[in-house]
């Protein structure tokens, strides 16, 4: 089970602080991300880390602003989002999955939480 939360609302050149709670460990073959759903748009990838090696990936868009990372003794998976822009908004999915770009681009993972919404003005 997925639990997101920090969502909100906030100014552009803001920051936010999602965090996804997880029951259980993922498998080191897994891996764990962040997708975003604009309004009016699809399902699509924005951040990525891998259990093995925590290795990550960002989109274009969130290169540079965004950082994940994980904390497996909480059991939770973070996204840092700085310096946030207009096009950020949305709702913000964390998911498991054994394929990233499967997840980004096909929405397609074990496991998907209930998603928690980002308002940037």
């Known amino acids: 089970q997925l639990v997101e939360s920090g969502g909100g609302s906030v100014e552009a050149g803001g920051s936010l602080r999602l965090s996804c709670a997880h029951s259980?460990?993922?498998?080191?073959?897994?891996?764990m991300g962040w997708s975003r759903q604009a309004p009016g748009k699809g399902r699509e990838g924005s951040a990525g880390?891998?259990?093995?090696?925590?290795?990550?990936y960002y989109d274009d868009s969130a290169e540079g602003r965004f950082t994940i990372s994980r904390d497996n003794d909480k059991m939770a998976m973070y996204l840092q989002m700085n310096n946030l822009k207009t096009e950020d908004t949305g709702v913000y999915y964390c998911?498991?999955?054994?394929?990233?770009?499967?997840?980004?681009?096909?929405?397609?993972?074990?496991?998907w939480g209930q998603g928690t919404q980002v308002t940037v003005s």
């Open positions: 998911a498991v999955g054994s394929s990233l770009l499967q997840m980004w681009f096909h929405q397609i993972a074990d496991y």
């Open positions: 259980g460990y993922p498998s080191s073959r897994h891996c």
């Open positions: 880390i891998f259990i093995d090696n925590d290795e990550t």
